[in-house]
């Protein structure tokens, strides 16, 4: 069970627990809550585990109900939908509608090895979410597993259905804190179009940031990535792909291939040029791939270089330069690492501090580090979680986020819920009143 004791943010302090219940099916997993609501236990609920704000993290007493065996899928080409449980890959959903000449846009830089169902729980977005929405934007219907074990469907394979309150964007996002998704329809998009890449390359992070919120501005890219030069040194360490290790920002920019003339193309690389890009081009196919792939890597790469406290702070894309600005100016005061990378076409960023495990003195000021790059995005107007979830890890400033007239709302609605406060204790919500 040691496995199953946290998600892939490490949080160390966790315990072993009780049980894990391997469930393949609905009916297990209301066997298993109903036993523990039953007995007052606490549940855990869990999919791949690649959860980055330790929404997956054990506490004493508790059983892991883990749904990495529910797989099944079933995909309607006639409707346009798919019924999938919560178990499968996300890239394994992508092969299988791709069959049917479909296509589901969400895309977190882990699709090869996060489930659909941990997608649905903490809502991911992903790199082409800047055009084509996140996971919330193609939810239709939810069969749920309740506190008490009954077992719900909201929604269902309409487009449009406001019958009643919107349970389903309830759910989404809930991060196992109301109940636990056993079913989940969504919607398809036909296949995806084909797609241009820009590469640019930057003195400044300032020049990157101005470009950033002038393309944003003017037209939608399916794709607008942002890299610091921290983080391209260490996927270059990572991968050689030839990356310009001397440059201080890094964009790689797409676009769908709908417009003939290359119109929305040609503005990004005059907006890059504008702002003083030291290079802006247009990469081959092939090179393109290799670029997204080392963006895909950014998080194991830089993981390469010590412990990290990873964070996937938001702000309004025009202040996207003083958040960067600000992260500096943290790093420098802190004397610690952080490697800045972006899904930088929505405002969502990822800074991860880097420290060594084994330097207390150096752990403190990271720790330190990570709670004033969350109060800066909130002092920005951002947000603490643009696409992980609160977790247990960043549920310390939320209070400071949402007010707290927002934050008794919401614990209404969980103890509504959840009474006996048996689901995913700890998460987003302290296990007692605050």
Not at 229 to 235: D, F, G, H, Q, T
Request: charge should be negative.
């Amino acid at each position: 069970m040691e496995a199953y004791r946290c998600d892939r943010a490490s949080d160390t302090h966790t315990v072993m627990p009780l049980a894990v219940v391997l469930a393949e099916s609905t009916a297990d997993v209301q066997v298993a809550v109903r036993w523990a609501a039953q007995h007052g236990v606490p549940i855990v609920p869990r999919g791949a585990g690649t959860g980055l704000s330790g929404g997956a993290t054990t506490v004493a007493g508790c059983i892991v109900i883990t749904t990495e065996r529910m797989r099944a899928v079933q995909v309607d080409a006639d409707t346009r939908t798919v019924v999938v449980q919560p178990g499968l890959l996300n890239a394994e959903l992508k092969a299988e509608v791709a069959r049917h000449g479909l296509w589901y846009p969400p895309d977190p830089a882990s699709f090869q090895i996060c489930s659909i169902g941990g997608n649905v729980a903490t809502n991911a977005g992903g790199l082409c979410c800047v055009k084509y929405g996140v996971t919330a934007d193609y939810v239709l219907g939810l069969e749920v597993v309740l506190a008490d074990g009954r077992a719900v469907r909201f929604g269902g394979a309409l487009i449009k259905d406001v019958a009643g309150l919107p349970m389903v964007k309830l759910f989404v996002g809930s991060e196992g804190t109301l109940g636990i998704i056993t079913e989940i329809t969504l919607r398809l998009l036909p296949a995806q179009p084909a797609h241009r890449t820009v590469a640019a390359w930057f003195d400044s992070p300032a020049q990157a940031a101005a470009a950033v919120a002038e393309i944003a501005t003017g037209i939608r890219p399916s794709m607008l990535e942002y890299m610091d030069r921290l983080s391209v040194n260490a996927v270059e360490d990572h991968l050689g792909l030839g990356l310009d290790r001397d440059a201080a920002a890094f964009l790689l920019a797409g676009v769908d291939e709908l417009d003939p003339h290359g119109r929305d193309l040609a503005r990004i690389i005059e907006v890059c040029a504008a702002h003083g890009a030291r290079s802006a081009a247009e990469v081959e196919p092939p090179r393109a791939a290799e670029l997204e792939a080392g963006r895909r890597a950014a998080i194991p790469a830089v993981e390469e270089r010590g412990r990290v406290l990873l964070e996937d702070v938001g702000v309004p894309i025009p202040l996207l330069g003083e958040l960067i600005a600000g992260i500096e100016a943290i790093s420098r005061a802190n004397d610690v690492e952080v490697a800045f990378f972006a899904h930088a076409g929505d405002g969502n960023s990822h800074p991860l501090v880097v420290f060594d495990n084994e330097d207390r003195d150096q752990q403190t000021r990271a720790e330190r580090a990570y709670g004033e790059i969350m109060t800066l995005a909130i002092r920005l107007g951002g947000t603490i979680t643009g696409e992980h979830g609160v977790g247990r890890l960043k549920r310390p400033w939320l209070r400071s986020q949402i007010g707290d007239d927002a934050l008794e709302v919401e614990r209404r609605i969980k103890t509504a819920l959840d009474p006996a406060g048996i689901l995913n204790p700890g998460t987003i919500f302290k296990e007692t009143q605050e």
